[in-house]
């Protein structure tokens, strides 16, 4: 990269207009970005270099990222304060809002590289839930109130929730939407307790697979307790069947008896009836032979 190249990009400052219309990025010098105020939004009219202060005129030209390692340069990107409402921009989803919260377990919200330059930003994004995550400083950057909605091709009720929240929250102040970061509050949580519940998670599905592989053996002895009682009722019908024909047989032997002794008695009354005939013929007969 020539010096030329070099005076015009080196040490500077890039600045997005607001204007909804427009919402053009603007190359700011050091002195002038010190000027600007992150909680008031700023306009193409307001850059001092009048090349590029007016909306109607395009973005200028900047090399690539790669271009600039390859000449022995790197973008920094200046630290955002903590609370800092923003915007992330990730491959295949809108621009998302989000705040600046600690991380509960890294205890900071920035971490940087090895020359001590902004690398990453832990971030809460909004939205119905909230969710987290660290982000490349590449990615993060101010949100705008002029924010146009962007398709949103998936979770499109989540996102229509974080820019009513982002909208909500713009107006702020920084400690007041740390206090809306209902992730970041969770501090006093630590791993322990994260491998507390991963542990308590593999005991119950080790507690639900044995009671998977006891279910065949315990259907085994209630069957075996079933066909017990079965047998049981049926030694018991049994006996209940003999006992009453113990007691019919009993009662026809009685009436076999009964009959007997019926059928005794009878022939003795019919044998004394045939006599008195038998001696009642013998007197006639006697009286006949006298009357002779």
């Known amino acids: 990269m020539d010096s030329s190249v070099e005076n015009t990009y080196v040490n500077k400052m890039w600045v997005q207009c607001e204007n909804e219309n427009c919402l053009k990025w603007r190359l700011l010098s050091n002195e002038d970005a010190a000027k600007v105020d992150h909680n008031e939004p700023w306009y193409c009219f307001m850059n ?17 990222e790669s271009q600039l390692h ?5 973008i920094v990107y200046s630290q955002l304060p903590l609370g800092s409402l923003v915007l992330v921009k990730l491959q295949n989803w809108p621009s998302w809002p989000g705040i600046l919260c600690p991380d509960h377990f890294k205890r900071k919200y920035v971490t940087y590289d090895l020359d001590g330059n902004v690398e990453e930003y832990h971030i809460e994004f909004l939205g119905d839930p909230h969710s987290r995550s660290w982000i490349s400083a590449t990615f993060v950057g101010h ?15 989540w996102y229509k929730s974080a820019l009513q929240e982002a909208c909500l929250l713009y107006g702020y102040s920084h400690e007041r939407r740390l206090e809306m970061c209902c992730l970041s509050k969770q501090k006093d949580k630590s791993k322990t307790h994260d491998k507390v519940a991963a542990l308590a998670k593999k005991r119950k599905q080790i507690s639900k697979n044995n009671i998977e592989k006891r279910k065949p053996k315990f259907r085994k002895r ?59 013929e013998i007197n006639t007969g006697g009286k006949q032979s006298h009357l002779e």
């Not at 001092?48 to 690539?64: G, K, L, T, V």
């Not at 949100?143 to 009720?157: F, R, V």
């Open 48 to 64: 001092a270099d009048s090349r590029y202060n007016n909306c109607s005129i395009s973005e200028e030209d900047f090399p690539e």
């Open 70 to 74: 390859q000449s022995g340069f790197k």
């Open 143 to 157: 949100y705008s109130i002029t924010l146009k909605p962007e398709k949103c091709k998936k979770k499109k009720k």
């Open 222 to 280: 209630k069957r075996k307790a079933t066909l017990t009682y079965s047998f049981e009722n049926v030694c018991y019908d049994d006996a209940l069947s003999k006992e009453n024909m113990v007691v019919s047989e009993t009662e026809v032997l009685l009436k076999e008896l009964e009959q007997m002794l019926q059928q005794a008695l009878q022939p003795t009354t019919t044998a004394e009836e045939p006599e008195e005939g038998h001696g009642e």
